[in-house]
């Protein structure tokens, strides 16, 4: 089933493998995509995937994270868009854009700011962004954030993508507003469970009517919240603890499901936990190094910062990797079943996501019906012609990406991609292949 082709909403893809969210510091500083951005798009579109789904493109002005990655908060980002539109659509790939808003886990900026803490309520969480405390939106902040959404949605179609993605997962703002420890509103959009998705069914909304009811439009979801993964401290603490332990269950989610799909969503992208990075969107190793690395460049942003740095850099490695490795392990396809459960309560199309490299594993999910498609980024990543080498019969690269992570940590501080020495022959070839985006970047988009 992997080379049958797949439509939803009059898109066709030829096969049934996507590349997933996945980006770096490829943007100018004023969020203008550059040519090196074009270029790690177009890697993976001239080798066969049959659709990209970018990393997560801001909605907002001002909130906005890492540094050099790109906006659609302005019509004037339109028009390089079009170019890296118009250049993977020669290779036959279908191109959505995913929108979002970091809210309260915007991971760094160029100096601290109060718009990088907003959230669903004021707390305090040590892992995830950088702002000590995050600060509830008011309801007009809501109202703006909304309509960040529509209109970058606006601009997506008109950029001449094939459709659009927003997320509702990976601990940024529309999460924050679902999972009931994070959001502890006492108005309209917290409390029960169809006030906390009040927030994301207004963007629903909002987002086709500007975009019209014949463009694909999906979202992506997180199956289980697991707070508890990784361990981390979270305050105020909430009860009932099994909101503060675990956040939403698949119980509340298959709901979000059914009403998203009453709301005329498209497609859902099924991932699980909350935060970015965590052990169940992120199967595999914790990249206690290159973790550290992103603490001590953001140190400078807020006292947590700087205490999270120092706790990084002082408590031994011999109890800090036990500690922050906890629940980090690989497991293949390790969101199918919960994907399947989707699949099997509602009727539109389904994309798995998580833990997927080997063909007869994504065969296997495909003919058991556990989902229609198929995503992945970091086994795309180590090896781009991942499509071209099942197309030869193989089922798996010579050289598999092996879940470190290290990709996924690196990204807001240095160039995207495979950094685990073991899969090079030399450090110069790894280097080469991390730069190789910024190859013939000359030229101009906007």
Known sequence: ???????????????????????????????????????????????????????????????????????????????????????????????????????????????????????????????????????????????????NFAEAARRVREAGCDGLEITASKGYLIHQFLNPAINRRKDAYGGSVNKRFRFLEEIVKAVRRKVGPDFLFGIRLSAYDYNFLPINLRLPIVFPLKHYFMGNTIKETLYYGQKLEQLGVDYLHISNGYGFINPKENPGAFPLEEYKMFANATRHLSGKAAARAMLMNLVPKFLLRPIAGYGWKFKPAVNANDAQCFKQALKIPIIANGGFQDRELIESTLQQNKADMVAMARPLLANPNLVSVFKQGKNQPEKPCSFCNRCTARTAVVPLGCYDPQRFSSQDEMEAQILAWSANCDEQLA
């Open 1 to 147: 089933m992997i080379f049958e082709p797949f439509t939803i909403k009059g898109v066709t893809f030829k096969n049934r493998i996507l590349r997933s969210s996945i980006g770096g510091r490829t943007s100018f500083y004023d969020g203008t995509i550059s040519s090196a951005f074009k270029n790690f798009e177009k890697r993976f579109a001239e080798n066969d995937v049959a659709g990209i789904i970018t990393a997560t493109i801001t909605v907002d002005e001002k909130r906005w994270s890492p540094l050099e990655y790109a906006k659609l908060s302005h019509d004037r980002f339109i028009k390089p868009f079009q170019a890296v539109v118009k250049e993977v659509k020669k290779y036959d790939c279908r191109y959505i854009v995913q929108i979002g808003d970091h809210g309260g886990h915007t991971q760094m900026s160029l100096f601290s700011q109060p718009e990088d803490g907003k959230s669903a309520s004021a707390g305090f969480d040590l892992i995830f962004g950088y702002r000590s405390i995050t600060t509830a939106m008011t309801t007009e902040e809501i109202e703006q954030t909304i309509n």
